[in-house]
């Protein structure tokens, strides 16, 4: 069965999230190309409690260990029909995807951050997960305030971004009406309007940098495109910042292309578990789910085919 690869968005982090490559020397030759552009060490930001989960860290964090665990596991893996990434997973994804370097993306990364927060700056913002609503109920709850639809998941599972304030409220119409609600630890309103001074500086930033065409498709979050050209990486990766995130269309899409087997990169496991809850013939795990690379590596073996 064909093979698609996810790449975490932030959220779940963890200080074991580097472990499972600690000895693998070309995962640490792809980590430290990226630290030798950040002036900081990954390992170090995971034992400081929430400091992890800070825009500025956890940004390059996260796409430097999706990158050095994909350099692992692709001297063995299948090749992947695609390459998909949720939030900040989407850049992980085009250097998986070969798109970027270690150390272009640790710069790419972090750059990204800078901008966001500082687009971010002049209001207080955050997200929230919502669960138990259809898409226009949200829709006409939200209309008027400073909150949106940050990211589609399913039919009546999605993520809200907007002003603290604003959220605060719409949580309670969202709690009357028998949604399931959850903060998210992440300190900026992504993918809504509240971060659209952040867009012409970070297309500059990539149109700047070394981002080359995709040598394996990667599916883009703001509407489920096929790229393959790097003009349109450059346009998607700088609209994802403050438009919503379609990502029950990206995994309808890799579904549509015959995808059956889902592996999540991490950190965390949920991209795995939305996939094998929107389809019930799919093999969906997340590295996290095992305790070795090697461990990852069989069950690709066994369960997804040379495509």
Not at 8 to 33: N, T, Y
Not at 59 to 76: F, G, K, N
Not at 227 to 236: F, G, I, N, P, S
Request: hydrophobic share 50%; net charge neutral.
């Amino acid at each position: 069965m064909s093979l698609a690869i996810l790449c975490s968005g932030q959220g779940a982090q963890h200080p074991a999230m580097l472990d499972m490559i600690a000895d693998h020397p070309a995962a640490m030759k792809v980590i430290k190309a990226g630290e030798t552009v950040l002036g900081w060490k990954l390992r170090d930001m995971l034992t400081q409690g929430d400091h992890m989960f800070r825009n500025a860290i956890a940004q390059p964090l996260i796409c430097i260990t999706q990158l050095a665990l994909w350099t692992v596991l692709r001297q063995d893996a299948p090749k992947p029909v695609a390459f998909c990434g949720y939030s900040v997973g989407e850049l992980g994804a085009y250097a998986c995807a070969g798109a970027l370097d270690a150390a272009e993306l640790a710069r790419i990364a972090a750059a990204r951050a800078v901008l966001m927060d500082q687009a971010a700056a002049a209001t207080n913002g955050g997200m929230m997960a919502l669960q138990g609503l259809r898409r226009d109920e949200v829709v006409r709850l939200c209309a008027g305030q400073r909150a949106w639809i940050a990211i589609a998941i399913s039919e009546d599972e999605f993520v809200i971004g907007g002003e603290d304030a604003e959220l605060a409220k719409l949580g309670k119409d969202f709690s009357r009406r028998g949604a399931k609600l959850t903060r998210l630890k992440v300190g900026v309103a992504s993918h809504t309007p509240l971060l659209g001074d952040a867009v012409p500086p970070f297309r500059m930033e990539l149109i700047a940098s070394s981002l080359t065409a995709p040598a394996i498709p990667v599916v883009a979050g703001i509407d489920a495109a096929w790229v393959l050209r790097r003009d349109t990486a450059v346009e998607k990766l700088a609209l994802q910042l403050d438009r919503t995130i379609e990502w029950a269309g990206c995994m309808d899409m890799l579904y549509e292309r015959g995808c059956r087997v889902f592996l999540e990169l991490g950190p965390g496991r949920a991209l795995a578990r939305m996939a094998q809850s929107r389809f019930g013939d799919v093999d969906a795990r997340a590295v996290d789910d095992f305790r070795s690379i090697a461990g990852v590596s069989s069950w690709l073996t066994k369960h997804a085919s040379v495509t």
